[in-house]
């Protein structure tokens, strides 16, 4: 059986791998708990810098928020580091802003009863909180038991309590684009979800993975990137058709993908809000841990990427865009809600504008006067190169 649960031709090594039409994969693990791998870090290390943001607006405005933690394993890996309910539990009862937050429901679904068990011993080490009322759901696959997390998530008549789905199956089988487009139904909830750029580039020629494939994606658009050759072209086209998949139910989409050595990407973390106040908070994490490009991680440069690299960040599409906005003006705030759409942060709005203002093609047109030189009430106007 393969992650999918497919049947594939299989040969083992001794490594704990198996090599699979000549590729090297490593199954799903199927004791109670396995052990971490850099990776796993570095996905909690993007979810810990999310919740600080989304933690500290949410929680604070609103009475009651929830997070589901739909795949949410057993709490802790073999080799000492917590899982993601551990994260995300601590990462709120340690938040600079608790006294100030309100009810938290944290509600965690998995499959297997014995890491359910794991995780439901592991939570009660945490010190109790009446601010963070935890539920364990009984054990079922997401898919099947959605209403009931949802309801838990909701509670019931309250339709309106903002919601993070945490979507970090161990394949793409685990989240069928309908389960995507439920947690999506309601405005304020949002996903975080763990896509196969591996599995997904490797069953986009295989035609018996096709409807797997059209599942996933909801349609059969991924197609369209067979028409791009290379494995770092073609998996982000069919990237990008996932991401447009989730943008044709009008939600707001980003990405970060975490690579390895030959730095192409092995999967990506997708994030999708019905708010660009959600990629207020999601496209800083981007730029934190890879500030060049605000878009890959790579896992064995890990959360030391940054001080790696002195480069300058790539905003090449930001300032393509702006420059496109020659003999129009346009207010700095709208500025920023399309610079946020297309990933960047409003400090490479203003560095791309300075740039673009040395050379006479951005000026601020009111107002007049200002102790900064884009303030946020400014209308700027833009011209060709002269
Ligand atoms: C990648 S692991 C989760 C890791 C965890 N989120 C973390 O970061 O520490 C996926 C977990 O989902 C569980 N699982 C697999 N299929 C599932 C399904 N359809 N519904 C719910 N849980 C499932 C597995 O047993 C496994 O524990």
């Given at each position: ?9 299989a040969?083992?090594s ?21 052990r ?14 999310y ?30 580091p ?6 995300i ?26 890491r359910?068990e794991?995780?439901?011993r ?25 209403e ?13 309590i ?14 069928p684009?309908?389960?995507?487009q ?41 197609k ?31 990405a ?8 192409t ?122």
């Open positions: 059986m393969t992650q999918d649960g497919s049947t594939e031709r040969g083992s001794t490594d704990g791998f198996v090599s699979i039409g000549g590729q090297h994969r490593m199954p799903p693990p199927q004791d109670t708990l396995w971490s791998q850099p990776r796993v870090l570095i996905k909690h290390q993007v979810y810990r810098h919740l600080q943001c989304w933690m500290g607006k949410i929680c604070r405005s609103f009475d009651q928020s929830s997070i589901v933690d739909a795949f949410s394993g057993p709490g802790q890996y073999l080799d000492g917590d899982g993601s309910p551990l994260v539990s601590k990462t709120f009862l340690e938040h600079s802003a608790f006294s100030q937050f309100n009810t938290l429901r944290f509600i965690c679904n998995e499959k297997r009863a014995d359910r794991h995780l439901t592991k939570m009660k080490e945490l010190p109790p909180s009446p601010k963070l009322k935890f539920h364990s759901a009984e054990p079922a696959g997401t898919a099947d038991t959605f009931v997390l949802d309801a838990l998530a909701h509670g019931g008549s309250r339709k309106d903002p919601t993070l789905w945490i979507l970090d199956p161990f394949n793409l089988a685990g989240v684009f309908e389960l995507i439920k947690c999506l139904r309601r405005s304020r909830d949002e996903v975080l979800i763990t896509w196969f750029s591996d599995e997904i580039y490797r069953f986009c020629e295989d035609s018996s993975k096709a409807n797997a494939m059209s599942s996933h994606f909801g349609g059969d658009h991924w369209s990137a067979l028409e791009h050759k290379g494995e770092t072209a073609r998996k982000e086209a069919l990237l990008t058709a996932y991401q447009d998949g989730l943008r044709s139910l009008g939600v707001l989409t980003n970060v993908s975490i690579s390895s050595r030959n730095e990407a092995r999967y990506s973390l997708v994030f999708a809000t019905h708010d660009d106040r959600g990629l207020e908070c999601f496209n800083p994490v981007k730029w934190r841990l890879d500030p060049v490009k605000g878009s890959t991680i790579n896992e064995n440069r890990g959360m030391q990427q940054g001080d790696l690299f002195s480069e300058l960040p790539v905003v090449e599409e930001l300032r393509a865009y702006l420059e496109s906005l020659a003999g129009e003006a346009a207010s700095f705030l709208s500025l920023v809600r399309e610079a946020q759409r297309m990933g960047y942060l409003e400090k490479h709005l203003r560095t791309t504008l300075d740039e673009l203002a040395v050379d006479g093609r951005a000026v601020r047109e009111t107002p007049l006067k200002a102790s900064t030189r884009w303030p946020a009430e400014s209308v700027i106007r833009f011209y060709p190169p002269a």
